[in-house]
């Protein structure tokens, strides 16, 4: 007789214990009783729930963060590359999250992977390369629209890494290099340019001021005599001394 009563015993303790339920500041509990939902799911902190009648289902409302595994996409200017990411996501109604899809973490890895080749499909590589945060927020959009009747909040997409092709990179290279020479060869012609206007402007002056040759030539003089010892033969213009010429005659 004692070991049936403590048989009965341990099998209530255990139905009591099954009906106690503890769930964290970040959970909720989705409760099924009879197959039926209930409105409001279960807050956090200590709850009770009717054995084998009630049904609990944890969901976790925190952000989720999920790599999207690489999808090869084939761009609008055809060209295969591989593409991964990453979305970031919660949920926020328990309720759908759980009654609406069946595995809500399955469905929103497998419609960011398809919505990823889609939204890349029409994009050229060179604005997959240059725009990212367009096609980011273009990929959140659409995601967060299809996964709000599960009630999911996507609220993020970021675009990881683009993974080109071994010919795809050495064009891109030479294309590189070939527009640094450009931009080499437009800086040496404005230089050249911008030495020849200012050779101009000098002429200009020399012309309209005869003494400012002389000046320059009596500079390069006293520079060649500094620079070297040995004797230095210049033709010097008459008109170097017209000036001393004009003033003896007046004397």
Do not use: C
């Not at 309720?95 to 994009?123: H, M, P, W």
């Amino acid at each position: 007789m004692l070991p049936s009563f403590t048989f009965v015993i341990i099998i209530v303790a255990a139905v009591l214990f099954s009906a106690i339920k503890i769930l964290n500041e970040y959970e909720r509990g989705v409760i099924f009783r009879l197959g039926r939902l209930k409105p409001e799911p279960k807050g956090p902190g200590l709850r009770l729930i009717i054995p084998v009648v009630d049904r609990m289902i944890r969901v976790s409302l925190r952000l989720v963060t999920m790599d999207v595994p690489p999808q090869d996409v084939i761009t609008r200017d055809n060209v295969s590359v591989k593409v991964n990411a990453v979305i970031y996501f919660r949920v926020i109604d328990p309720n759908k999250a759980i009654v609406d899809v069946e595995n809500f973490l399955y469905a929103t890895s497998q419609l960011a992977q398809t919505t990823l080749r889609s939204v890349l499909g029409e994009t050229e590589l060179d604005e997959l390369l240059a725009d990212r945060e367009k096609i980011n927020h273009k990929l959140q959009q659409i995601l967060d629209e299809h996964t709000d009747p599960w009630g999911i909040k996507v609220s993020a997409v970021e675009v990881k890494h683009v993974d080109l092709p071994q010919e795809m990179q050495r064009a891109m290279a030479k294309q590189a290099e070939a527009e640094r020479e450009r931009r080499a060869k437009v800086i040496n012609a404005e230089g050249e340019f911008q030495a020849a206007q200012k050779l101009a402007d000098a002429a200009t002056i020399i012309g309209d001021h005869p003494m400012a040759l002389q000046m320059r030539y009596l500079q390069t003089l006293t520079e060649v005599a500094s620079e070297n010892n040995s004797t230095t033969i210049f033709p010097i213009p008459i008109d170097l001394f017209s000036p001393f010429l004009k003033q003896d005659k007046k004397s």
